[in-house]
């Protein structure tokens, strides 16, 4: 079976050995063509935009590629690590990079002013409040792995291309349901404090430790008809690979998780700040308006006394006792 392997693993191999993914590269272009075709309509009406954004979704969708198409896809089903890499990257990486290119606002000026609106009116409706709903997003996030090695999905995804697809399109649409309402940068149809997103983020920590704490410790081993089936002829053992790729879930998916935790909390700083700035506008002008009151009490007195008890010449000899 030799001849049907690709040449044996090596770090530089992931960089120089290349497969075609049919589908992620047509969503890939589909997402470029419309994220620019977007922007351009933006720049005609003399709107700004954050280079910052665009850079972040054009990131997003070249790593996505990178992830299926390069070494990563290339040696996905020979090694369960492999698998594990793209598992955090396709999941965490690539959705929050697209998600911080805010493409809703951007691919909606391709609908038009009428679908522009339909298109806010939907994600302001009931459905999108449910999957923006705390609870719901956050299943979104954490259950996909588990289902991903504890069900057939895994096996499928080895020895099926249509299941191999599945896995490199619905981890990315999973993570988006989970970064976009979060990071909040398009419209969604109902604002959460940050610190929500903080809260699961910590949960999503903690299931990612219980997932790799599982494959590293644990003695059972995945699939292992397929590993005896497939005797790849280089490597680490199957049992070997599996503790590494449960060590990588449970690392990666951490450090993954930081750039997130770090983009929460300085939001959480700025509302807190313009939060502070609001209410010290609001007492500043609620003193201002009763330090007005005595001042008008005092001219209505004044105009009702007569005017030589006002009159300076006068009020001397006339002033009211």
């Not at 392997?5 to 049919?22: A, K």
């Not at 369960?80 to 606002?105: E, H, I, N, Y």
Request: glycine letters at 10%.
């Amino acid at each position: 079976m030799n001849g049907t392997f690709p040449p044996e693993w090596t770090l530089g191999r992931v960089f120089t050995e290349w497969q075609f993914e049919p589908a992620v590269t047509v969503l890939v272009l589909l997402g470029l063509a419309g994220y620019l075709a977007g922007l351009g309509r933006l720049r005609r009406r003399g709107e700004a935009w954050p280079p910052g954004r665009t850079t972040a979704f054009l990131l997003g969708l070249a790593l996505w590629l990178f992830t299926v198409s390069s070494g990563l896809g290339v040696y996905e089903k020979l090694f369960f690590t492999d698998r594990a890499v793209q598992a955090v990257v396709l999941l965490m990486v690539v959705p929050l990079l697209l998600a911080m290119g805010a493409p809703v606002t951007v691919l909606a000026e391709l609908a038009g002013e009428g679908g522009r609106e339909r298109l806010l009116g939907a994600l302001r409706g009931r459905v999108s409040k449910v999957l923006m709903f705390p609870l719901v997003s956050t299943v979104l996030l954490v259950v996909p792995p588990w289902l991903l090695y504890f069900t057939d999905w895994y096996r499928l995804s080895l020895t099926t291309s249509l299941w191999n697809t599945v896995f490199h399109v619905s981890f990315v649409l999973l993570g988006l349901a989970y970064f976009w309402p979060r990071l909040q940068l398009d419209p969604v149809g109902r604002h959460y404090h940050p610190m929500v997103g903080v809260v699961i983020t910590v949960v999503e920590v903690i299931f990612d430790a219980a997932l790799g704490f599982v494959l590293v410790f644990g003695s059972h081993l995945l699939v292992p008809d397929y590993w005896a089936q497939l005797a790849r002829p280089w490597g680490m053992g199957p049992q070997l690979d599996q503790q590494w790729g449960g060590a990588v879930l449970w690392g990666l998916g951490d450090i993954a998780g930081l750039p997130f935790m770090v983009a929460l909390i300085v939001r959480v700083i700025r509302e807190e700040r313009a939060r502070t700035v609001q209410v010290d506008r609001e007492l500043d002008a609620a003193e201002a308006a009763a330090a007005a009151v005595p001042v008008r009490q005092v001219e209505a007195e004044e105009s009702d006394r007569p005017w030589w008890e006002t009159d300076p010449r006068f009020a001397g000899r006339y002033g009211a006792q």
